[in-house]
């Protein structure tokens, strides 16, 4: 079991940046991977990064360049630092924790943070 608290969402105009952060309990040995994905009105979800226990990182294509995932074992923390925000990256953004077990896989999920960007 796992779980996952996020924080950092807000209002920022284009070209803005914010820092989402998302902590993890319980579990956290058997954390494979941990991403963010955001849904916009409308819209599926959609994966944005995702950072493995590995090290190596995916990225949507839409925010390559302009967003970074990170993490800090010590904290039990993974970050999306997003720069050069534009108002199609305005969505709900989702923690997302994969886990490893010993025959299967497990997913678990934020509350969801509302990012808006807009002049």
């Known amino acids: 079991q796992v779980q996952l608290v996020e924080s950092g969402g807000d209002l920022v105009h284009p070209g803005g940046s914010l820092r989402l952060s998302c902590a993890a309990s319980g579990s956290i040995f058997s954390i494979y991977a941990m991403g963010w994905y955001r849904q916009a009105p409308g819209k599926q979800r959609e994966l944005v990064a995702r950072i493995t226990s590995g090290g190596s990182t995916n990225y949507a294509d839409s925010v390559k360049g302009r967003f970074t995932i990170s993490r800090d074992n010590a904290k039990n923390t993974v970050y999306l630092q997003m720069n050069r925000l534009k108002p199609e990256d305005t969505a709900v953004y989702y923690c997302?924790?994969?886990?490893?077990?010993?025959?299967?896989?497990?997913?678990?999920w934020g509350q969801g943070t509302q990012v808006t960007v807009s002049s």
């Open positions: 997302n924790a994969r886990l490893s077990l010993p025959l299967r896989s497990e997913d678990y």
